[in-house]
């Protein structure tokens, strides 16, 4: 992370510095009405209020360790940038400037004096950052459309738990792909699963490989491009909850390296492949992931 006096932080693809929960978190759980971003890639998105006005559409990310607003809202509620954040997307990094939220709230969390980067090219009015539930558990009820915020404890019944480990407060997993060991991070800011060259070398997808497919290009929340190949795997496993024959994309990416992830196989969990289970959760003291197929 930079030493200066700016930020820096990373987006869906994005990495922050963590901020302390503020005062409003309680252990009671919350819930809030989650819908679908409209852009077609079935990312989550909550209703949050800011300064009093909205409401406003934040996408749900859990790879955002702080929050994002679009600069078009920024313009709305007439907030002046203050200091700059150092982002950095899945593909690049820059500086943006930010702004600071006297009241920001939803039915998940109630926070006070929050500073938010400005970043174009949202497909929302803003990202939620995970920095707001550094002390609770946040599940998605894919079944019943709904988000909820509560208390850490035991896995609840229904849910398979895989243990994972905190990095920058973004939780990373343990996985298996093909027999292959994996690290993963859980991002529901993804569109889509996206490997690292290791692990598409341990998976023995070379370049000419007739199961690999070039053509598409990546963009991140920078709009910084990357030409990514894909491939259909058997399976990939995840503390015993197995997901058939998922499409993976493959690529070399800068945020593996940010999420300290450069020195092996690795993921990044997408939504394209967490839409298929009935629930997922994240108990963020107990840094695990809990699945309910």
Do not use: W
Not at 7 to 17: N, S, Y
Not at 64 to 88: F, I, K
Not at 176 to 191: F, H, K, L, N, Y
Not at 237 to 250: D, E, T, Y
Request: charge should be neutral; proline fraction near 6%.
């Amino acid at each position: 992370m930079p030493a200066s006096n700016a930020r820096a932080i990373c987006i869906a693809l994005l990495l922050a510095t963590m901020q302390a929960a503020n005062a409003g978190d309680s252990a009671s759980t919350m819930g809030s009405p989650m819908s679908r971003s409209p852009d077609g890639t079935g990312r989550f998105l909550a209703k949050v209020m800011l300064d009093g006005k909205g409401p406003y559409a934040f996408l749900i990310d859990t790879a955002a360790t702080a929050s994002v607003l679009s600069p078009a809202v920024a313009v709305q509620l007439q907030l002046n940038p203050g200091g700059s954040t150092r982002v950095t997307g899945g593909i690049g990094s820059t500086s943006r400037m930010s702004v600071s939220i006297d009241d920001y709230r939803s039915g998940l969390f109630d926070r006070r004096n929050e500073t938010m980067t400005l970043l174009s090219g949202l497909s929302a009015d803003g990202v939620i950052g995970m920095n707001a539930f550094v002390s609770r558990r946040l599940e998605f009820d894919l079944a019943n459309s709904e988000v909820k915020a509560g208390a850490s404890g035991p896995t609840p019944d229904g849910f398979v738990a895989a243990q994972g480990a905190l990095q920058h407060g973004i939780l990373i997993v343990d996985v298996i792909v093909d027999g292959v060991p994996a690290r993963a991070v859980v991002d529901t800011g993804a569109p889509y699963s996206i490997g690292n060259p290791q692990l598409q070398a341990a998976l023995g997808l070379k370049q000419g490989d007739t199961r690999l497919f070039a053509g598409e290009t990546m963009v991140d929340s920078l709009a910084q491009e990357l030409p990514v190949s894909k491939a259909m795997v058997g399976k990939m496993a995840i503390g015993g909850v197995v997901f058939a024959k998922p499409m993976l994309r493959f690529g070399k990416m800068p945020v593996f390296r940010a999420f300290g992830l450069d020195d092996g196989p690795a993921l990044i969990l997408g939504i394209d492949q967490l839409s298929h289970l009935d629930a997922i959760a994240i108990d963020y003291p107990r840094a695990e992931l809990q699945l309910r197929p």
